[in-house]
């Protein structure tokens, strides 16, 4: 007999939380989340979670609400209360993971933040952790001692790819080396499923103390629909660097592909851009802190929840995982 099963969603990731359990058909368990003055927080379930298989939605973006290491500390304070209170296993459920990015040492001294996160996570008691797109896939899996499920855009994007590319040639494009493999995967994924060809390109990018360099360039994208895949968009720089270079290249049309719409400061300027098409993300960092107008007529956001949703079900059912994003065993 399973466990019973209890999904709760902290604020600031409500509106995906309620997304992923209507898809379940279930309700979100009912929390408590209390601020103090001094800025201290406290957060508790108000069901029993005693015996549970508990599930905690939230995503780790900053924003307005509160700033990336506010909601690391109270996602890790709620895990730790529903582990104190007799929880079976512990889910954590973080759609965008925060310090991906520094996976590794690239100056003296430097620290290696993913690594840090992986072992406060493991201190507080969470069992799983359940994350999609990752910026270093190898890197979070090293990180990690407690089992991880890595989900990806192949399909949700293949999906996207296949309504916008029409008959013309399609072109898949990572703006960096450090993305190719995802963009490998994407293009293998879309072929696969669509029986269309869909060549892949690659731009080169170097970043120093801020500073963005590199002009290679492979790939023929002349008379191509060009589609630039990554797993974060902040300013959108990268992305309007890659697409600036299509686009001089003869490029029909460029779409930018990103799963984590950050949206740091400027990127307005950058989604109303005219050498970028639309931009498609989808809803793991909602809501949004950009203009209403630059939603609507620049933006595109997918919804994430059925992935999640299906994520979590298959976890509660001890049922096979490999499936949900593009493997086929």
Excluded at 9 to 21: E, P
Excluded at 64 to 74: A, F, H, Q, R, Y
């Amino acid at each position: 007999m399973l466990p019973d099963m209890k999904i709760f969603a902290l604020n600031g990731t409500m509106a995906l939380g309620r997304a992923i359990t209507a898809d379940l058909r279930v309700a979100l368990a009912e929390h408590e989340e209390r601020d103090f003055e001094g800025g201290e927080h406290k957060a508790r379930p108000l069901v029993s979670v005693r015996g549970d298989d508990v599930f905690i939605v939230h995503t780790l973006n900053g924003s307005p609400e509160g700033s990336v290491n506010d909601k690391l500390c109270k996602l890790l304070f709620f895990a730790a209360t529903c582990r104190e209170h007799g929880a079976s296993r512990i889910t954590a459920v973080v759609p965008y993971l925060a310090y991906s990015r520094k996976d590794r040492q690239t100056k003296s001294r430097d620290p290696v933040t993913t690594r840090y996160v992986a072992q406060l996570f493991e201190a507080a008691g969470i069992d799983v952790v359940v994350t999609l797109d990752v910026h270093n896939l190898a890197a979070f899996q090293n990180a990690f001692r407690c089992a991880t499920v890595h989900l990806d855009t192949r399909k949700i994007y293949s999906e996207v790819i296949a309504n916008l590319s029409g008959s013309e040639r399609l072109l898949i494009l990572s703006p960096d080396a450090g993305g190719i493999k995802r963009a490998q995967l994407l293009r293998e994924y879309y072929e696969r499923v669509s029986g269309n060809e869909a060549q892949l390109a690659i731009m080169e990018k170097r970043r120093s103390g801020g500073v963005v360099t590199g002009h290679l360039f492979a790939g023929d994208v002349e008379g191509a629909n060009v589609f630039i895949v990554d797993d974060m968009i902040g300013t959108g720089k990268t992305m309007l660097r890659a697409a600036e270079a299509c686009r001089q290249r003869g490029a029909n049309s460029v779409y930018a592909l990103a799963t984590h719409a950050l949206f740091d400061r400027g990127c307005e300027a950058v989604l109303a851009h005219p050498a970028i098409d639309r931009t498609i993300v989808t809803d793991t960092a909602s809501p949004f802190h950009i203009s209403e107008d630059v939603l609507r007529n620049c933006v595109e956001v997918v919804g994430s929840a059925p992935l999640f949703a299906e994520t979590i079900r298959r976890l509660h059912a001890g049922a096979p995982l490999a499936t949900l994003s593009g493997d086929d065993q």
